[in-house]
């Protein structure tokens, strides 16, 4: 399985905002880590980017599981980037 690196931005007010779908988003993150493509996933510490990391077939899987989540119907996260990465350690 090949790596991948998610960046994404979140929009004004996220907290706010993201309150109605947290729950959904949330549950949606853990079946992703229990199926074992999600590594890793969060939000810079002043909740303007996201980070995460996932191990998947290929790049477009990574973009269905953003693009299913509910924080990316819904606006909380406005923008991402997907790129292949090469874990050097």
């Known amino acids: 399985m090949?790596?991948?690196?998610?960046?994404?931005?979140?929009?004004?007010?996220?907290i706010t905002k993201r309150s109605p779908y947290r729950d959904a988003h949330l549950a949606g993150l853990a079946q992703q880590k229990?199926?074992?493509v999600?590594?890793?996933i969060g939000p810079t510490q002043d909740l303007t980017q996201v980070f995460g990391i996932y191990e998947a077939s290929d790049r477009q899987q990574?973009?269905?599981?953003?693009?299913?989540?509910?924080?990316?119907?819904h606006g909380i996260w406005t923008e991402y980037q997907v790129k292949e990465w090469i874990q050097a350690i």
């Not at 990574?62 to 119907?73: G, K, M, R, S, T």
């Open 34 to 36: 229990a199926a074992g």
């Open 62 to 73: 990574v973009c269905n599981l953003i693009e299913a989540d509910p924080y990316w119907q």
């Open 38 to 40: 999600l590594v890793t």
């Open 2 to 14: 090949t790596k991948y690196v998610l960046w994404g931005s979140y929009c004004e007010d996220v």
